[in-house]
Structures are given as structure tokens and as C-alpha cells.
């Protein structure tokens, strides 16, 4: 990174440069000092940045501008012509001084880190400091712990030097990884799957003299070959092309800038925020999205069930069992409220899921949203629109007349109590929305007389029927979740217990 500026007292033009030593190395005159330098800031856990000056005539700089000018009014290729005109300036640059900075942890960088491992989570830092920097923030951040042996993967610039480095690092793969980053896009180009496989099984990977195009090659290529959902996190500008390359952008407000929070999914202010983020927040919002999602397919199958038996019945003459308002009630007033409150629900409390990252464990094998726990909706559904719509009419055959009112009835209260099977945790609004509904059922009765009629709903007959239908339609399935969780409660309910 650079910039032109000029003495306003001598006219003096200069271009000052910054950047990494490796980088700076080559642009700077030569000296017999810079590396050892770094090095040795380096090996103290100090972040290294090596800034050097070039002086301008005012002939190079009005050539340097026109060209510029030009470049920026390209129509293909801008980017790379642009900064081609740059590197002409990026050469034979005069070393001003090497600065080194030591880069603090936040408060509970080690305990995050920690829950994160303990929930199951793979951790791979990419930083552009150092091999001996990045190795000391690695340790004592504790993403590699003082136990786990570190492999330190060799320079490799061939085809050979990869496959020979690899083969070594096949024997210790338990080992945390750390790697440069121009070895790791070696390895990449002729051996991208081994590499990845192997890298899959280390317990940790840290990859140094990262630039943030190889951030972001890093993330596309996790996601390539893990087939898993990937969460980057950063602070700085340098890591906003890896944020926006990752399923979830997580963006950290520091000293460096809001511009990695402005590209993020999520803004925190904190590193120690991403273990509730994930364990609680994200928890919460994989469960409830599954729970939503399949009771509202649920929701609509039951309708379409019954609406295919009562068709079936007439001889499949395409008349529409529930007309106008009923149809459209039933999706809004009447069912609404009660489902769409299942994003309130919560299996244990944020204190639990805290004190057990193991819990999220559960989310990665998929059995919250699965192909079994699809299937399974879809037999419920069909079993209960069957059940209310055969038994309504085997129950009523002296009053099919009234077949729209019974099984409407029995349709609403089914699902009301099909949500009280769902619901884990109770919250007041539940409560609220399941009262709401039966109150809107209730006006139905006053308001549409034409669908409804009160003296035949408000026989003993009928409520005898009624119950005996709705046990019929809900009843099995409340033996079956208390029989569950009797013999082989999930672990959620266990911790429940316990506490």
C-alpha cells in the first residue's frame, strides 16, 4: 500500500510504501539487515511492517499520472492495467525503518476458542504475519495447545518439493499445520485434494503470509472439499474478501476499521461474542427454522389430504371441501399466529448451551432436519388428514351435511394441539396466539353462519364425536413423544432434568 505525497515548503515529491518484509524485500535497496530484524521482532510475538520511500521528479510524476489516468479510463482489463502502472513505481525504493507492534488478544480469545473446539468446530486462522508471529499468537491463543506437537510444513516452490513435504506431513497429521501462504497455493496446484484431506484431519491449521486473495481461495476451498458450512471472522479490510467468500461473514468493529464489519453477515465487537453467536444464536436458529419449516408442510399436507378424500368420496368431482374465508382463515387467522411462534421456542437455556458446546455437536449430524425427520412429517400428515376425514364421515353419517363444520373444527383444534407437541419451552406469546386463534375460530361461528351451524356444534353429539375424532387424530402422537422421552430422551431433555 501506497501514496504520492508532496512538501508543501520544498515541493518535494515522494512515494511512500508499506507493507510485509517478505514483500518489502524486493522492492527496497539492498541491505544486510531487514531480515534479521524482522526475524527477530518476529520470534518476540511483534506484527512486523517495513515502510520505504522513493523520491519523484516532477517529469515522473506527470508521466506516472497520465498513465494512470489512462489506465483508469480502460475499458478491459482496468484493475490489472492500473496496477501495473503502480508496480512501475514499486522498485529501487529507499528502507526508512521497520516498525513492530505486539497485536493483544481481547479478553476470552483462549475460552472461545476452547468452547468452539469442544462444540466441534474446526478452526483454521489465516494471517498474513510471520511463521514465527503467527505461531506464537497460535499457542498462546491456545488454537493449538501446549500439548499438540506443530508441524511446520517446509517452503515448497516445485512439484517435487510439494509432494516430498507432503509425504512427511502424512506421518505426523495429527499435528497442528502451520504452512506459508505461497506453499499452501503450491500444494494447491498439484495436489489440492491430498492436501485438503489431510489438512481436514489436522486438529489445527494456522496459514502465515496470508495475502487476502488466498483468504478467500482458502475458504472456496474448504467449501469445495469439506462439503460443510464455512464461517469466516475478521477485523480489517485485508479480510473482507474472505468474509464475502464464506456461507457466514462474521465481522469484528476494532481499531482497524468498521470496513470487515460493513461486508460481514454479522457485526460483533468482539472475538469472545462468537461462541454465543454460534452456540446459542445459530443453535437456536437451525432448530427453529427446522421445526418451522416442517410444520408448515405438515400444515398444508393435512388440508390437501383431506381435500383428496372428500374428492375421492364424490367420485372425484373437483369440488373444493373448505370454500373462500375457510380456506383462507385457515392458513392466517385461525393457524398463523400459534406456527410462526415456533421461532420463539428454545430446547434449554442460554446458560446450558453454554456450559455444554457439546450440544452443538448435535446440529452437525443432521438429524434435526433430515430425510427421516421429513418422511416422518409427511406420515403424520397423511395418517391425521386420513383419521379426521374417514372417521368424520364413518362418525357423521346421519350429519354429512355438516361435514364442513365437523372436520374444520376438528382440523383447527388438531393443529393447535400438534403445536403443543412441537413446543419444548413455553413462552407467554404461545399462549397468547393459541387463545387468539380459538377466539377467531369462535367469531367464525357468530360471523358465518352459512358454514357453521351453532345448535348442531353445540349438541352432545357432537362434542362427544369431537373429542373421540381429535383423540383419534392426536392421541397417538402424544404416546409417542411421552414414550420418547421416558425411554430415550434426547440429550437436551436430559440436561433439563438435571437442572
Known amino acids: ?24 524485500a524486493n522492492i527496497v535497496q539492498y541491505n544486510d539487515w531487514l531480515e534479521e530484524e524482522c526475524d527477530n521482532m518476529a520470534r518476540e510475538g511483534l506484527r512486523t ?18 498513465r494512470y489516468n489512462e489506465a483508469k479510463l480502460s475499458i478491459h482489463d482496468r484493475a490489472r492495467q492500473m496496477r501495473q502502472v503502480q508496480l512501475t513505481l514499486e522498485g529501487d525504493m529507499q528502507l526508512l525503518c521497520v516498525t513492530g ?23 483454521w486462522m489465516l494471517t498474513g504475519d510471520k511463521l514465527e508471529t503467527a505461531t506464537n499468537i497460535a499457542i498462546s491463543s491456545r488454537l493449538v495447545s501446549r500439548m499438540t506437537p506443530i508441524y511446520q510444513f517446509k517452503p515448497v516452490k516445485t512439484r517435487t518439493e510439494a509432494h516430498n513435504e507432503l509425504n512427511n506431513f502424512r506421518k505426523h497429521n495429527e499435528n497442528a499445520l502451520i504452512i506459508l501462504g505461497n506453499s499452501l497455493m503450491t500444494c494447491l496446484e498439484h495436489y489440492e485434494q491430498e492436501f485438503v484431506e489431510l489438512a481436514m484431519m489436522s486438529p489445527a491449521v494456522v496459514v502465515c503470509r496470508c495475502s487476502p486473495t488466498q483468504k478467500a481461495a482458502i475458504v472456496h476451498l474448504i467449501k469445495k472439499h469439506s462439503d460443510k458450512p464455512v464461517a469466516a471472522i475478521g477485523d480489517g479490510g485485508n479480510d473482507v474478501s474472505m468474509i464475502q467468500a464464506a456461507d457466514a461473514g462474521i465481522g469484528i468493529v476494532g481499531k ?21 453467536l454460534l452456540l446459542w444464536h445459530g443453535r437456536n436458529s437451525y432448530n427453529r427454522c427446522a421445526s418451522l419449516s416442517q410444520f408448515i408442510i405438515h400444515r398444508g399436507l393435512i388440508i390437501s389430504v383431506m381435500q383428496a378424500i ?38 434449554v437455556e442460554a446458560k446450558i448451551a453454554m456450559m455444554y458446546p457439546e450440544l452443538y455437536k448435535e446440529l452437525q449430524k443432521g438429524r434435526v432436519l433430515s430425510y427421516k425427520t421429513f418422511f416422518m412429517w409427511i406420515l403424520v400428515s397423511v395418517y391425521q388428514g386420513a383419521a379426521i376425514m374417514y372417521l368424520g364421515i364413518l362418525l357423521f ?11 374444520f373444527t376438528v382440523l383447527i383444534v388438531t393443529e393447535l394441539l400438534m403445536v403443543v407437541v412441537t413446543v419444548r419451552t413455553w413462552h407467554w406469546l404461545m399462549a397468547v396466539a393459541q387463545i387468539f386463534s380459538l377466539g377467531c375460530y369462535f367469531l367464525a361461528l357468530v360471523f ?35 414414550l420418547r422421552k421416558r425411554f430415550a430422551p434426547p440429550i437436551y431433555a436430559k440436561l433439563q432434568q438435571s437442572g
Open 49 to 66: 511492517l517495513v515502510v520505504a520511500r522513493k523520491t519523484l521528479s516532477q517529469d515522473q510524476y506527470d508521466d506516472f499520472e497520465r
Open 397 to 407: 353419517k346421519e350429519d354429512f351435511i355438516h361435514v364442513i363444520a365437523i372436520t
Open 101 to 123: 507492534v505486539e497485536d493483544k488478544l481481547q479478553p476470552d480469545v483462549r475460552t472461545s476458542l476452547e468452547l468452539l473446539a469442544n462444540a466441534g468446530i474446526k478452526v
Open 448 to 482: 358465518l353462519p352459512e358454514y357453521f351451524d351453532p345448535d348442531f356444534l353445540t349438541s352432545t353429539n357432537f362434542l362427544l364425536k369431537f373429542v373421540a375424532l381429535t383423540a383419534a387424530s392426536c392421541l397417538p402422537l402424544f404416546i409417542m413423544k411421552y
Open 256 to 276: 482497524e476499521g468498521k470496513q470487515a464489519s460493513l461486508a460481514a453477515d454479522f457485526s460483533i465487537t468482539q472475538f469472545s461474542y462468537v461462541g454465543r
Open 310 to 347: 372428500f374428492s375421492a368420496v364424490f367420485f372425484f368431482v373437483s369440488i373444493s371441501l373448505y370454500q373462500g374465508v375457510l380456506l383462507i382463515g385457515y392458513s392466517s387467522f385461525f393457524t398463523m399466529g400459534p406456527v410462526f411462534l415456533l421461532v420463539l421456542d428454545v430446547d
Open 1 to 24: 500500500m501506497g501514496i504520492i505525497v508532496r512538501d508543501t515548503a520544498t515541493k518535494e515529491i515522494s512515494f511512500v510504501m508499506k507493507g510485509a518484509d517478505v514483500v518489502m
